[in-house]
């Protein structure tokens, strides 16, 4: 789905230049879930907003479900986004002046289908949340959690392949968290390629590969296993309180 | 995409009431002084008589001085009135054109029963005048043929003195003493009240219609002169005898020509007329007989005054001045939206599609202050119709509101293009971490 080589980023002001990302090799296949960790600053972001075709890249090769991206006009880097590309972000992001229904159109607009096709997708993805029977309701009306289903709704309504995560669970409890985190989960084993960007090792632990990102550079690549907590030491007390 | 625009327009308006207020003020007001001067300028340039006026040709002939000519600007040109001799001989009495008008403007003195006498606005002419420039008539008619070759003395009102003299009665048959001679009313007039007095535009080219017509054939008899404009080069012109006797130029002569055929005819006939003065020993000058089509003429003599130009100009330039202060304030605006922008942006919005949907918005802003400003403006031509005293003079035709409707969307254009540019070119990625 994902095949980054050799891509690097560079962030130009006026005397200084900040590699953001370094000579990142990567490929992400379809249906895979991955998460993306790293400590703030160290190009999580950008990584996010490459992929997601948000900015541009200086160096290396970036494919996206086989097309190369690396000299796409806006327009084209924008249909491809809106068709293949669903985001989810850490603030939701929801349109405050549009109501729920509203806001899970936003996609469908610019993909210029028609009012009845748009609806259904809409009062689908809606339904597949939980919120078929909020339409009406604005996001100021909604709690975090039934935000982010919006937002989630909104990122699939458009049917993507591709669902980039920035932070999905940041703004929520614990509670919410986990429901958001077990419909991604849903989501991921109906085929859709997720990459999801957190600081939540918990999180993390339940994707299927997690990649590190540091100073830009893509630190290891973890198996293509959830992990254990901690890695079995031999010591039984330790043994003891993990089981 | 149009509908989705608007719709995102028409929210974004109400968000933000104050903002919009004051957006579609500026251009209302805008939009309102631009509509207003350029109908102004419109009435006053624009055709008086469609579909008529290519037939009506100003008569000039060169009767000027043999040492100089009439206008050493351009001494190609002949004079711009004619001698009496002339608009009698060579307009009044030649049977060649379809219609034909000799007139002048004078002020002679009314004497109603059992009131003060005034003095009034008078064309005197000959009863062509009224078909020739489509005169439109409430009662009665012009003074037929047959009264004029006699010599009636009978008047044509305007519908304004009618009123004074008569209430809204039908005058006709209606006697008044005009200077010392008894007319009889043949007609009265409807409102009428061109932006400009194309007939006469040497005169007092704004000035009302006259207010009394009376025929030709009584001006010598009665010595009437003219309240004008005269021009001569002889001598002895000061008297009511010398007047109508001189060189001086002081009448104007309006012919209809209703093919080139009849325009050639008359041409000749009036080439014939000169060389035979000449022969008597008057147009000593080459033939320079010239039959000038009534828009030309206009055009040549610049009637439109230069200031309803001048106006019109700075007007527009007013226009812009509000478009281009409307820039910061959508500019303001827009980019506090840059965060919501973002989100669009990544949801699929290419920058083209951003760019229109605040172009759509500016747009509407603009359609919101246009309608404002049209509203304003018919406002205002009334109000400077009521200062005039006259009838409806300037009035919002639909030419000019399908104007001020153009001029408010140049206006959104101008005041819209740069916001709109700016917004779509945030980088999407800069402000999704913001919202």
Not at chain 1, 168 to 172: A, D, F, V, W
Not at chain 2, 281 to 286: A, E, I, T, V
């Given at each position: 789905m994902i095949r980054l080589e050799h891509l690097s980023k560079i962030y130009r002001a006026a005397l200084v230049e900040t590699?953001?990302?370094?000579d990142l090799d990567l490929t992400v296949a379809a249906g895979e879930f991955v998460a993306v960790m790293g400590p703030s600053g160290s190009g999580k972001t950008s990584f996010l907003n490459v992929v997601g075709l948000l900015d541009g890249f200086d160096q290396g090769r970036y494919l996206l479900d086989g097309q190369d991206?690396?000299?796409?006009?806006d327009r084209d880097s924008s249909r491809l986004r809106n068709e293949k590309i669903g985001f989810i972000f850490q603030s939701f992001n929801?349109?405050?002046?549009?109501d729920v229904f509203d806001n899970v159109d936003v996609p469908l607009r610019y993909r210029g289908w028609g009012a009845k096709e748009r609806r259904e997708a809409i009062l689908g993805a809606l339904e597949s949340v939980g919120l078929?029977?909020?339409?009406?309701?604005?996001?100021?009306?909604?709690?975090g959690g039934q935000q982010q289903r919006v937002a989630i709704a909104r990122a699939l309504a458009g049917r993507p392949k591709l669902l980039l995560a920035d932070e999905?669970?940041?703004?929520?409890d614990t509670a919410m968290a986990r429901e958001i985190l077990e419909m991604l989960e849903t989501i991921n084993e109906q085929g859709t390629t997720i990459v999801m960007v957190t600081h939540d090792p918990e999180l993390a632990r339940r994707a299927s590969r997690q990649i590190h990102l540091l100073d830009g550079r893509l630190l290891d690549v973890a198996a293509d296993h959830p992990r254990p907590l901690f890695a079995p030491t031999g010591d039984a007390a330790m043994t003891t309180f993990v089981s | 995409m149009v509908g989705y625009n608007l719709k995102l327009g028409w929210q974004s308006l109400r968000r933000t009431p104050v903002l919009s207020s004051l957006a579609i003020a500026a251009i209302a007001l805008g939009i309102g002084v631009a509509t207003t001067c350029v109908t102004i300028h419109y009435l006053l340039a624009?055709?008086?008589?469609?579909?008529k006026s290519d037939r009506l040709f100003y008569v000039r002939l060169d009767s000027w001085d043999p040492e100089r000519p009439f206008d050493s600007d351009f001494p190609e040109r002949p004079p711009n009135q004619l001698t009496y001799r002339d608009a009698l001989a060579?307009?009044?009495?030649?049977?060649?054109?379809a219609r034909k008008a000799a007139m002048f403007r004078a002020r002679l003195y009314l004497h109603p029963e059992g009131a003060q006498p005034f003095s009034a606005d008078t064309r005197v002419t000959t009863r062509d005048f009224f078909a020739l420039f489509a005169v439109p008539f409430r009662f009665g008619d012009a003074w037929s043929a047959e009264a004029e070759a006699r010599g009636e003395a009978q008047v044509v009102l305007s519908a304004e003195i009618n009123r004074k003299l008569?209430?809204?009665?039908?005058?006709?048959g209606r006697t008044i003493k005009i200077d010392q001679q008894i007319f009889t009313v043949a007609g009265v007039l409807a409102p009428w009240r061109p932006?400009?007095?194309?007939?006469?535009?040497?005169?007092?080219?704004?000035r009302s219609p006259e207010e009394i017509y009376i025929p030709f054939a009584l001006a010598r008899p009665l010595g009437i002169v003219n309240a004008g404009n005269t021009s001569s080069w002889?001598?002895?012109?000061?008297?009511v005898d010398g007047k109508y006797d001189s060189e001086a130029v002081w009448l104007q002569g309006w012919v209809e020509l209703e093919s080139d055929s009849q325009k050639q005819a008359y041409q000749s006939f009036l080439d014939q007329y000169t060389d035979g003065q000449r022969a008597a020993?008057?147009?000593?000058?080459?033939n320079n007989n010239q039959l000038q089509p009534m828009r030309a003429w206009h055009q040549q003599e610049e009637a439109v005054p230069p200031s309803a130009k001048s106006l019109m100009v700075i007007a527009l330039a007013f226009l812009g001045i509000c478009a281009v202060n409307l820039i910061g304030l959508l500019l303001g605006k827009f980019l506090a939206r840059a965060p919501e922008v973002g989100v669009r942006r990544a949801l699929g919005a290419s920058r083209a599609a951003v760019f229109v949907q605040h172009l759509v918005e500016c747009e509407l802003t603009a359609v919101g202050g246009g309608l404002a400003g049209i509203l304003l403006s018919w406002g205002v031509l009334g109000v400077i119709n009521r200062a005039l005293e006259?009838?409806?003079?300037?009035r919002l035709d639909l030419p000019m509101i399908g104007t001020g409707f153009g001029l408010t969307l140049v206006a959104g254009l101008v005041a819209g293009l740069y916001p709109a540019w700016r917004i779509c070119s945030v980088?999407?990625?800069?402000?999704l971490k913001l919202q």
């Open positions: 590699l953001a990302l370094r991206v690396s000299r796409l006009s929801l349109i405050p002046d549009l078929g029977a909020r339409t009406k309701h604005y996001p100021a009306q909604l709690s999905p669970t940041g703004n929520l | 624009g055709d008086p008589l469609p579909g060579a307009v009044v009495e030649s049977d060649i054109p008569f209430g809204e009665a039908n005058s006709v932006a400009l007095k194309f007939y006469d535009i040497h005169n007092g080219s704004e002889g001598q002895g012109w000061q008297t020993g008057r147009f000593q000058r080459k006259g009838d409806v003079h300037y980088p999407p990625a800069t402000h």
